[in-house]
C-alpha cells in the first residue's frame, strides 16, 4: 500500500467553517490537489491570529496541512484571492452562497478533480468582477452537471430520441432532459419549457464562457432556466438548497 502522506501543500477554495473546540475551527475545502477535505485551523478565533484572514469562505488560499489523528491541521495560510467585492454586496455574496452550496452538496472526500476546482474558482472570480450574475450561475450550473455525470439531453427526447422540435416542449428531471410533447404527456412528473428557454440552456451547454456571456434573455425566459435548472439539481439532490431562499430574500430587500 502506498505510504500516507504526512504533510501536504494544496491550493484550496474554502467553502465553510464551523468553530470546533474554544479557539480553533473546522474547515471544508475545496482543493485542486485532492478534490473535498477537512482541515482544522487551530487557534484561528483567537485575536492574534495570522490565519484568520486568511480561512474566510470563498477566499482562494494556499495550505499547508499536517496530518492529525483524524483530520489534516492547516499549519500555514497564504491568501491567493480574498475576493473581497463577494463581501462587499448581499447579492454576490449570496450567489457565491449558492454556488459553493451546490459543489459541496455534490461531492464527497472522493480524490482530485482539477476541472471542478477550476470551474468554482473561475465563476467565484466571474460573480466578483461582473455586476449581473445570470450568466455566471448558469454557465456553472451547466458545467457542473457536465463534470458529475448529469449532462441533462437537450437536443433529442429523452425518452423516445427523437429530436427536438421547435416547439414548446417538457423537461423531466427523472428522465434527465427534454422530453417530445408525446412522450411528456406520458411522463408524471415533467415542467413545460418553452423554446426560447431550451434555446439559452443550449446555448450554456455547448458553448464557450466568451460565447456564453452574449446571452441576452427575456426576464421571463431568465426566470424559466433558472426554476427548471433549480428543478433538476434538486432533484438530483434529493433535497432542496439552502441559498436560493436567502438570494430571495436578498433580492427582496434590495432597493
Not at 485551523?41 to 492574534?48: C, E, I, N, T, Y
Not at 458545467?143 to 422540435?165: H, M, S, T, Y
Request: hydrophobic residues 40%.
Amino acid at each position: 500500500m502506498p505510504k500516507a502522506e504526512h504533510s501536504l501543500k494544496v491550493e484550496a477554495v474554502v467553502l465553510r467553517h464551523s468553530d470546533y473546540g474554544e479557539a480553533d475551527r473546522l474547515l471544508t475545502l475545496y482543493t485542486r490537489e485532492q478534490g473535498k477535505l477537512r482541515a482544522i485551523a487551530k487557534g484561528v478565533r483567537k485575536m492574534q491570529s495570522r490565519k484568520a484572514g486568511h480561512l474566510e469562505p470563498f477566499t482562494q488560499v494556499v495550505l499547508m496541512l499536517a496530518r492529525g489523528h483524524d483530520l489534516w491541521i492547516v499549519t500555514q495560510a497564504e491568501a491567493v484571492d480574498s475576493l473581497q467585492p463577494l463581501r462587499e454586496n448581499l447579492s454576490r455574496l449570496g450567489y457565491a452562497g449558492y454556488v459553493v452550496e451546490l459543489l459541496d452538496r455534490f461531492t464527497y472526500e472522493e480524490g482530485q478533480n482539477w476541472q471542478l476546482y477550476q470551474l468554482l474558482v473561475e465563476t467565484l472570480k466571474r460573480l466578483s468582477a461582473e455586476e449581473d450574475p445570470f450568466v455566471p450561475v448558469r454557465y456553472y450550473e451547466m458545467r457542473l452537471l457536465d463534470l458529475l455525470g448529469f449532462r441533462p439531453r437537450l437536443f433529442e427526447c429523452a425518452v423516445c430520441g427523437k429530436p427536438i422540435q421547435p416547439e414548446d416542449q417538457f423537461f423531466s428531471a427523472e428522465r434527465g432532459g427534454v422530453l417530445c410533447p408525446d412522450c411528456g404527456l406520458m411522463v408524471n412528473e415533467v415542467r413545460p419549457v418553452s423554446m426560447d428557454a431550451l434555446r439559452y440552456m443550449r446555448h450554456f451547454q455547448r458553448s464557450t464562457y466568451t460565447e456564453a456571456k452574449k446571452a441576452a434573455p427575456l426576464p421571463e425566459t431568465r426566470n424559466e432556466v433558472e426554476a427548471l435548472l433549480n428543478y433538476y439539481l434538486t432533484y438530483l439532490l434529493e433535497r432542496n438548497l439552502n441559498s436560493p431562499e436567502v438570494i430571495r430574500q436578498i433580492l427582496r430587500k434590495a432597493p
